[in-house]
């Protein structure tokens, strides 16, 4: 498999390559691709930036793959990873070999770092990304493009909608389902269920707005 990656700008990401390098020496990462034109032609951490997006019809082919590393935004990153398929790319999974997969669900264009826990009968959906320390609770579900910080903790038995953000430390508790594109706020605690859309803040967590809507 060859992989190129989109967005050079996490050199953490370089370390989480060079692990999958040690584990799978077939896996050949070729590249990056990244919009800002002022990084075309540039080096990052060893890998060429080639271009942006243009760059995946030329690219695309049976045994290549693209990761998505958008993070910042769960809208922009559910959009890039469909303009890459829209291309004709296809995605594939960028995750650190340290994390147990045993009795896992996983979909396609994932991002996972270094010591994620996903505990036994967790369920990931397609173009979504879980950073470093964050915990699954078993049985819980994960919607397609959504965004975990780093040391999260997802409670057992829960169900995160389809684009959702969900900051740094945050705590969900069991059984706890949280809507589509909904926003949880760094350190918040989200105690009760989330509509759709929503904006939560606090300990316990309180909706405070909600988001444009999307889609």
Not at 30 to 54: A, H, I, T, W
Not at 112 to 123: D, G, H, K, T, Y
Request: a neutral charge; hydrophobic letters at 40%.
């Amino acid at each position: 498999m060859r992989i190129y990656l989109l967005g050079a700008a996490n050199p953490e990401t370089i370390r989480i390559i060079r692990a999958v390098e040690r584990a799978s020496p077939s896996v050949e990462f070729c590249g990056m691709l990244d919009n800002d034109p002022s990084k075309r032609g540039q080096s990052f951490f060893g890998l060429p930036v080639l271009g942006g997006l243009e760059q995946v019809p030329m690219l695309k082919g049976d045994e290549v793959g693209f990761v998505n590393l958008i993070t910042g935004s769960t809208r922009i990153r559910y959009q890039t990873s469909k303009n890459i398929l829209s291309s004709g790319g296809k995605l594939t999974n960028l995750i650190h070999p340290n994390i147990d997969l045993t009795m896992t669900t996983l979909g396609v264009g994932l991002y996972l770092q270094e010591s994620v826990i996903l505990q036994a009968e967790v369920e990931v959906g397609d173009n979504t990304s879980i950073h470093m320390a964050a915990v699954v609770g078993h049985e819980s579900k994960i919607g397609h493009s959504v965004f975990v910080a780093h040391a999260v903790s997802i409670s057992g038995c829960c169900e995160i909608g389809d684009g959702t953000f969900v900051g740094t430390n945050a705590t969900i508790l069991p059984r706890v389902r949280v809507g589509r594109w909904v926003t949880i706020g760094a350190g918040t605690v989200v105690t009760k269920d989330v509509p759709d859309f929503a904006v939560v803040v606090g300990n316990p967590g309180k909706v405070i707005k909600f988001n444009e809507r999307f889609e």
